[in-house]
């Protein structure tokens, strides 16, 4: 099968390094790809949203499969796209229509679909533009800390949580009056803070019928000890320690079942990926957040941990056949240290070479951004790699991880020193 992947980062790398093992696969195609992609597929060079030109490709390149990666062309619908094409109509596709996107796209459509639907998930109040003098006066109400989320899609950054009042009544003018983050913050939820710890479950389903990926937690903010502000993720684990089985029982019969029963009530077809990022709560699960496609950095310590063949669910899923589909699962230890540039995630600087990418060791090394110029892989973007360790214990992850973080370099590279320490210590892992 020849399969056409959307998207470039370290999510993009980690998905192409496994869909390649697969016996079903027969040509890997990455659009537009990185240094990482171009060592397991072929890159082309097509923008994520350049639904024409992807169209084009897969007609002349025989794609049968389309994975899309990013939430950005989810959103803007690639699915509809495709599906109204008649020349792309039978293609087959990992990622939901507009209509399923909206659970990411849109924080407010989310939240009003898990009330609809019993999900359990922490209280809100949403505001528009126009109405920063009721935010402010509502957030006045309210017991800190203080949360506030942009509606829309804000590249992770979109959250804002604070204990200081007057912090937070500025910057929620800023954001719906001076669009701090553009339109994604037309909108805003103040939402109730939920005191727990975080992490997050990722299920592929076909609409009917899913399965349950392994579980991850992820490191947001820049700085060690979870200080400073947010990023797309500095790293993650996986297993999860408190996600024991009892948790996930909860996970899966409160969330998972009736998020997927309530798409279906409401007519939104969707063959792909929901990530739930979800707090527990004195041991039970309260939905954070719905993303429609995998996290960053999270896929890549999960995907290290899937032995299954991982284009054949992904198959069965597009065509509506998951039922009965089991997933394997390697009991191992998988930690991911994203290596960054100096300055993320505010001003940052590319084209800086990398030094220690070519000596093989059985750590992962997957690329985020990253291009080739001339003979060398230099940095293109702000997280640019991410060291993925496997070990029988978190202990022996984190030293195989940190291990080759320490031998790779460029000027300016960080990385948080602290992935997986507030998970050590605990006898089950």
Sequence with gaps: MNVLLVGNGGREHALAWKIKQSTHCSELFVAPGNAGTALVA?????????????????????IELVVVGPEVPLVKGIRDYFEQDPNLKNILMVGPGKAGAQLEGSKDF??????????????????????????????????????????????????????????????IHEMLEEKKFGDASSKVLVEEFLDG??????????????VILPEAKDYKRIGDGDTGPNTGGMGSVSPVVFATPSFMQKVEERIIKPTIAGLKKENIPFKGFIFIGLM???????????????GDPETQSVMARIQSDFLELLIAAAKGNLKGMKIEIDP?????????????PDHYEKGKPIQGLKDRHETLVFHAGTKIA????????????GITGRGKTLVEAHTKAYD???KISWEGAYYRSDIGQDLQGNPKI
Excluded: H, W
Aim: charged share 20%.
């Design 332 to 344: 191992q230890v998988a930690m991911t240290i994203v290596m960054a540039s100096g300055g993320y």
């Design 197 to 210: 710890i975080e992490l997050s479950v990722f299920v592929l389903t076909d609409g009917e019928d899913y």
């Design 404 to 406: 080759i973080v320490a």
């Design 374 to 385: 001339g003979e060398q892989i230099v940095t293109d973007g702000g997280r640019v790699l």
């Design 110 to 171: 989310s939240k009003q679909f898990m009330i609809r639907n019993q999900v359990p998930t922490a209280k809100a109040k949403t505001f528009y533009t126009g109405q920063s003098a009721e935010a402010s006066a509502y957030l006045a109400t309210c017991q800190p800390p203080l949360v506030l989320k942009a509606d829309g899609l804000a590249a992770g950054k979109g959250v804002i949580i604070t204990s200081d009042l007057a912090e937070a009544q500025a910057t």
């Design 42 to 62: 072929k890159n082309v060079a097509i923008g994520i949203d350049e639904f024409e030109k992807l169209g084009g490709f897969c007609i002349e390149n025989k």
């Design 280 to 294: 527990n709560v004195k041991g039970d699960p309260f939905v954070i957040e719905y993303n429609t496609r995998m």
